[in-house]
């Protein structure tokens, strides 16, 4: 009586059968359990292979043919459709750009073609999808003989003339091989082939969890106490369903948990920084240049450029000059906006050597252009050494396949080929060749037939634990399943999971990020399902425990991970540690403060500006970290709406335009509405290019202010009729004490031309106001201090300060007199400011002022830590 995988196998062994594994995995597992279980302690190789092999010495061909693959295949449906072959069941004539989306289909149905022209089938089919499949079997056959080439999946299994029927042979688990009976009855059942169902066995309790995040944590944190208790890693093997989806979130929660994966399917060759690199080329190709395709390869910190200081200058140009792509065409806004000859070029040559790799057609070529990338912009090591040197080759060798795959098929080109390089290396994975040590991790089914002391199968709901053999997958639902040739063995393959020499667990989930999922019905029809609402084993997770600990103050009963420890210490080194110079609470000491001072006149001065003045306002730390450590806000992204752009683009709109009429004259209104829409129209195409910076983006621009700047000239009419615009961006500044203000004012009006002193200091607001009126506390010292300037340098009065608001489209005078009540409110709010700011820099008074309304949105806030909590 057989009781477990061990000896199940074992037995077949012992009795001299060379065994027929499902997978080439399973075939090497059980070798060396053999080597390391059995009483003979040794093995040879050649006893254990896997099935596709033990297949392949059947399928007879002439030995000057060669065998058809995927990329054969790909590469006749290629040609088929270029000759206008007349597919109208399986492509929609009608749309004949989709012809590249349907290649990878129809190349997918080739091997299957000869079943599906079974008289049988056909007769189900409606009329077109009969002629169809017969007329593209017939050119695909005709392909073959004219080639040298044959289809294995034609080819009928055969016994050879020197075939040695001394030899048994065994096939395990036959049950779960969709292919097993079919080979065995085409070989006439012969006595020298066993066939090996799995044994039978009891079905284990599948677990069902409410999400898959709460079933990874679950088994991981099983894991961890295992490792805990010194079992090592090579006795746990994890099967994972679903893989897609859950290979990463398994390993990003294996990392928290101090788990070592070992992920044995591999991963898909783009997926690696090399493999990155190949598919960011075409990407960016794809995107025309867009600047988020460009910082995506060139900041790429795995791909070895060279020099990426010149990469970090041009996109940080590309970022100040707002650009948001470029095109294919010669010109683009990089060319047009850049204004650095050295980046323009440089630009270029980069923009010029993706585009030939992109569009070459031919290897040779292809070879070459990636070769000259290589040596123009990487460094000479490249990834020499590293796992991805390993995985670059991998990629340039599917350069060799697809060579090899063309000079099959007589063509010496291939429209994009490089794009059709990328398509054909997102179907191989890369399997590591070095080995690490850890937990291995199968894809389901592989992982059903394996042996090991602790068994963990996840995401084993309906849909994802099913295998069923769909061979002819493409033909309407409504024939029949026998017809159709499937195979159904997801029964067996779970039952063959069920069965171990140790643990084994099952478990699934009910909901995704797709929706509700099922568990497998043989499980719900022998009552062998257990929910779980919450996870059994919280109690041991020691992330939670750490929370316990830090709300509750008691003793915990979950073992600290020594990646917790390891934190923890340096954090007290570090972040946990009292410092004595954290200036968010003490005073800095008096040699920095001189620092925050220049030289001017012979003195130490404290330079103060309305910007200066209202961030101390805001918070005095904030203030010290700007321009005592100089931290300023570096812009990463180009907004898609730029409004620092477009404020720009306003100011100078109207600084032109005032500086050209200087007189106000209200019966020229209907000349100015004009005038402003032409500067309008001439300071965009300045700042942003004939086309910049969208299409979109620029009717939008347009749209909402091309006829908003004319807004304010009703308000000219009605506040400044007749008045002079005398300064535009004028820059004032003057002494006092130890201080030294200065300000840019954006226009200044003089309401009694043309001797006249009395002024309107004016700012424009793309949107509101910064405050309508003056109040305790002032939103902003701005337009005070821009009066004591005027009176200072200009020895004149300002009798009116405004914001003007494009938003608005109106003005917002703060005060209308230079004698009111607001204008006399402000010089004395103003003046107690300065005096105590002085004092305060003078004492080192940089503390932080935490508050929801300071802090929200504050540039400064990882360095302060005033309203974070420490855990």
């Known amino acids: 009586m057989v009781s477990s995988k061990r000896s199940y196998v074992q037995q077949a062994f012992d009795e001299g059968f060379v065994c027929v594994f499902p997978t080439e995995v399973a075939a090497r597992s059980y070798l060396v359990d053999y080597a390391l279980h059995s009483k003979n302690q040794a093995i040879l190789s050649g006893r254990a292979i896997s099935f596709d092999t033990f297949r392949a010495m059947f399928l007879q061909h002439e030995a000057h043919l060669a065998p058809s693959n995927s990329l054969v295949r790909s590469l006749f449906v290629h040609q088929v459709l270029e000759q206008g072959l007349p597919l109208t069941s399986l492509m929609n004539p009608r749309y004949p750009e989709a012809r590249n989306r349907f290649l990878s289909y129809i190349a997918s149905i080739l091997p299957s073609l000869k079943q599906a022209c079974d008289e049988e089938v056909l007769s189900l089919l409606e009329q077109g999808m009969q002629r169809d499949l017969i007329l593209l079997y017939q050119q695909y056959r005709q392909f073959l003989a004219e080639h040298a080439l044959f289809e294995p999946r034609y080819a009928e299994p055969s016994l050879p003339n020197d075939w040695d029927a001394s030899k048994r042979y065994c096939i395990l688990f036959s049950d779960t091989i969709s292919g097993s009976e079919a080979l065995y009855a085409s070989l006439g059942a012969p006595s020298w082939l066993s066939m090996q169902p799995t044994p039978a066995t009891d079905l284990a309790t599948m677990e069902v969890f409410g999400n898959h995040v709460m079933e990874i944590r679950t088994t991981l944190r099983r894991i961890r106490s295992l490792l805990g208790r010194q079992v090592p890693a090579h006795s746990i093997v994890i099967g994972c369903a679903a893989p897609q989806i859950l290979l990463p979130v398994l390993e990003e929660e294996a990392a928290l948990y101090d788990i070592p994966l070992v992920i044995r399917e591999g991963r898909q060759a783009l997926q690696y920084p090399s493999g990155r690199f190949l598919s960011g080329l075409q990407e960016v190709y794809d995107d025309q240049f867009s600047l988020e395709s460009l910082k995506s390869l060139l900041l790429d910190p795995d791909i070895p450029y060279k020099d990426r200081g010149l990469h970090h200058r041009f996109l940080a140009r590309a970022v100040d000059k707002s650009i948001v792509h470029g095109s294919l065409k010669a010109k683009d806004q990089f060319t047009e906006m850049l204004k650095d000859s050295e980046l323009c070029f440089w630009y270029r040559s980069l923009k010029q050597s993706i585009v030939d790799i992109v569009t070459a057609s031919d290897i040779e070529m292809l070879r070459r252009k990636l070769n000259h990338f290589q040596d123009t912009y990487f460094r000479a090591e490249q990834w020499r050494g590293t796992e991805d040197e390993d995985v670059y080759s991998f990629c340039l060798d599917a350069i060799d396949h697809i060579k090899v795959a063309m000079e099959k098929c007589s063509l010496s080109t291939y429209p994009n080929l490089f794009s059709y390089l990328l398509s054909y290396l997102q179907t191989k994975p890369y399997v590591p060749q070095q080995h690490k040590e850890g937990i291995a991790v199968y894809a389901w089914p592989q992982a059903a037939p394996l042996i090991a002391d602790h068994l963990f199968f996840l995401g084993l709901d309906g849909e994802a634990a099913a295998t069923v053999e769909r061979p002819l997958a493409f033909l309407p639902a409504h024939i029949h399943e026998a017809l159709r040739r499937e195979v159904d ?20 989930h009910s909901m995704r990020y797709e929706g509700h999922l099922l568990p497998p019905s043989m499980f719900l029809e022998e009552d062998a399902l257990l929910y779980h609402s919450h996870s059994p084993n919280l109690c ?71 910007t200066k003045i209202d961030l101390f306002d805001r918070c005095p730390y904030a203030f010290l970290a700007h321009y005592l450590y100089k931290v300023t806000k570096e812009e990463y992204d180009v907004e898609r709406v730029d409004h620092l752009m477009i404020g720009n683009l306003l100011h100078l709109v109207y600084q032109r335009f005032f500086s050209e009429i200087v007189d106000f004259n209200p019966a020229l209104l209907g000349h100015y509405r004009e005038r402003l829409s032409t500067l309008f129209d001439d300071v965009l195409t300045e700042l942003y290019g004939s086309e910049g910076p969208t299409p979109s983006i620029r009717s939008w621009i347009i749209a909402s202010y091309r006829e908003a700047v004319a807004a304010i000239l009703g308000q000219e009419a009605k506040l400044f009729s007749h008045t002079r615009s005398i300064l535009f961006e004028q820059e004032l500044a003057y002494e006092m004490g130890d201080l030294y203000l200065h300000g840019r004012i954006d226009r200044i009006i003089c309401l009694n031309p043309p001797d006249g002193k009395r002024y309107v200091v004016i700012d424009y607001k793309k949107g509101e106001a910064p405050m309508t009126k003056l109040k305790t506390p002032l939103d902003s010292y701005q337009l005070p201090l821009y009066r004591n300037l005027v009176e200072q340098v200009l020895d004149a009065h300002t009798s009116v300060a405004a914001y003007y608001s494009v938003r608005e489209g109106r003005y917002r005078c703060l005060w209308t007199d230079e004698n009111s009540e607001e204008a006399l409110f402000g010089d004395e709010l103003l003046s107690e400011r300065l005096s105590s700011l002085a004092e305060s820099v003078e004492a080192g008074h940089f503390m932080a002022t935490p508050s929801k309304k300071h802090c929200s949105g504050c540039d400064y806030r990882s360095l302060c830590r005033r309203r974070f909590a420490t855990r």
Do not use: N
């Not at 001072?597 to 500006?609: F, I, N, P, Q």
């Open 540 to 610: 041991e997770d020691p992330y939670l425990e750490e929370l316990q600990l830090y709300k509750e103050r008691r003793e915990g009963t979950a073992a600290v991970l020594p990646s917790q420890r390891r934190f923890f210490l340096q954090a007290r080194r570090t972040s946990l540690r009292l410092r004595k110079d954290d200036y968010t609470r003490h005073p800095i000491p008096r040699k920095l403060v001189s620092q925050l001072k220049e030289e001017r006149s012979g003195r130490a001065m404290l330079e103060l500006s309305p």
């Open 489 to 508: 063995t997801t029964k067996a393959t779970l039952l063959c999971a069920c069965m171990g020499d140790g643990s084994v667990t099952l478990s699934c």
